[in-house]
């Protein structure tokens, strides 16, 4: 019996090393991700000046003017944490719970997504996105500490990680700004395509917007969504809600996301903003 506990005490104590091993080597790997994007990030001098989106086309121009103000620093970095849900698969009928924090760089173009989904209560998944030296990345681990996704820099991934760049800059809305390289196309009255060029890869999507000036969506007919180890091109839709003023910028707390599947509509993210910051 006493051997018995011995042995069970010393399972215990082991498992327990290794799982704080594992959370401390993911905690690493994202600490420096996350520090390379904030501190190579470009500290500007540059101010919002609204006379530049005169002529822009009339939804575009009335959002600008509804989320930034004349004067206004362009925003440099940016760091966000979010609590929301994630499905991993289409036939899941509930959602795991998601945390994430995320860190974005306006100049060079970069973030990291840190993420923690829990698909039981006390077991969860780590992923980890990013785009990086115009370079997508994903990273997945159970428990963190068994791969599941160890994806780098394949052309179909970091287009994709830039269009979800794209897609997210309504949380830091001066970097869609035409002086920030992004170029505006009308499609109609509600709708005009924005354009991003970045190492390299263009990438674009179509931004609606609302009476009130608020982008409400993001849409694309073709991103790469991964099946079974290869990717393809999928109409991808990312819808955004409740607008705030947080630091002078009006920006969206609530944001889902959905790839639009050949049978059905595939929702597979959503998330609150829990806190916002800005380092101008």
């Known amino acids: 019996m006493a051997k018995m506990i011995v042995v069970l005490l010393f399972l215990v104590v082991s498992i327990s ?6 959370r401390l080597s993911w905690s690493q790997y994202t600490t420096n991700l996350s520090e390379k994007v904030m501190n190579r990030a470009i500290e500007t001098q540059e101010v919002v000046d609204l006379d530049e ?3 822009l086309p009339s939804p575009v ?3 600008f003017h509804h989320v930034l103000k004349k004067g206004q620093p362009i925003i440099s970095k940016v760091f966000i944490s979010q609590n929301g849900g994630f499905r991993a698969k289409p036939e899941m009928a509930g959602w795991s719970e998601m945390k994430a924090v995320q860190y974005f760089s306006s100049e060079p173009r970069a973030f990291v997504w840190d993420s923690q989904i829990f698909i039981l209560p006390l077991v969860s998944i780590n992923v980890c996105d990013s785009y990086i030296d115009g370079k997508g990345s994903m990273t997945g681990k159970f ?8 994806s780098h820099d394949e052309e179909e991934l970091n287009a994709g990680a830039l269009q979800r760049y794209l897609a997210e800059a309504v949380w830091f809305p001066t970097s869609l700004l035409p002086s920030q390289g992004i170029s505006w196309e ?3 009255s509600s709708k005009a395509k924005a354009t991003i060029t970045d190492s390299g890869i263009t990438v674009s999507l179509e931004f609606e917007f609302n009476e009130r000036g608020e982008a409400v969506s993001v849409y694309t007919p073709g991103r790469y969504r ?5 990717y393809e091109l999928t109409p991808w839709k990312g819808r955004f809600s409740n607008y705030i003023e947080v630091e002078g910028y009006r920006i969206p707390t609530k944001a889902e996301v959905e790839w639009h599947l050949k049978d059905k509509t595939y929702p597979y993210w959503k998330a609150e903003l829990i806190e916002v910051r800005y380092d101008s």
Not at 17 to 22: D, N, S
Not at 143 to 150: A, G, K, N, Q
Not at 226 to 230: L, Q, R, S
């Open 61 to 63: 121009k009335k959002y």
């Open 143 to 150: 428990l963190s500490l068994f791969t599941l996704i160890d």
């Open 226 to 230: 991964e099946v079974k180890g290869k």
């Open 53 to 55: 989106v005169d002529g």
């Open 186 to 188: 009308e499609i109609d």
């Open 17 to 22: 090393a290794l799982l704080i091993w594992g």
